[in-house]
């Protein structure tokens, strides 16, 4: 199960980068979303995919489950939910006062 959700982490590294590296503005953007989501991905699978119980003082289980990786996810998932939004609305407000999405358009040198 590891193996098929880091080859997926992979896959997602990929399309975010293809995405990152083209000329849209809005591309760029969900580019970096992706690239957080593979993140996350990544960082839970690395903390291990294993089912235990929760680490409580009146417990005797031999098989505990790590939270500190589901923490750190919740943690990015909301650092990331913000910086988008803060892209989103960059996007926005350059559109409507440029009128293009264009990052090569974007540059404003023509010579190039």
């Known amino acids: 199960m590891e193996t ?3 080859i997926l982490a992979g896959v997602l590294v990929t399309v975010a980068t293809y995405l990152i590296l083209s000329k849209s503005f ?8 992706i690239l957080s989501h593979a993140a996350h991905l990544l960082i839970m699978t690395m ?4 089912t235990g119980t929760v680490p409580l003082l009146g ?3 031999n098989k505990y489950t790590d939270a500190l990786p589901q923490a750190l996810i919740l ?3 909301v650092i990331g939910f913000a910086v988008t939004a803060l892209f989103l609305v960059l996007a926005y407000r350059t559109y409507r006062d440029v009128g293009a999405d264009n ?5 404003g040198m023509q010579d190039e």
């Open 4 to 6: 098929m959700i880091i």
């Open 47 to 50: 903390g291990g995919l294993k």
């Open 26 to 33: 809005i591309r760029v953007i969900i580019g970096t979303a």
């Open 103 to 107: 990052l090569e358009t974007l540059r």
């Open 75 to 77: 943690t990015s998932i």
């Open 59 to 61: 417990e005797l289980e």
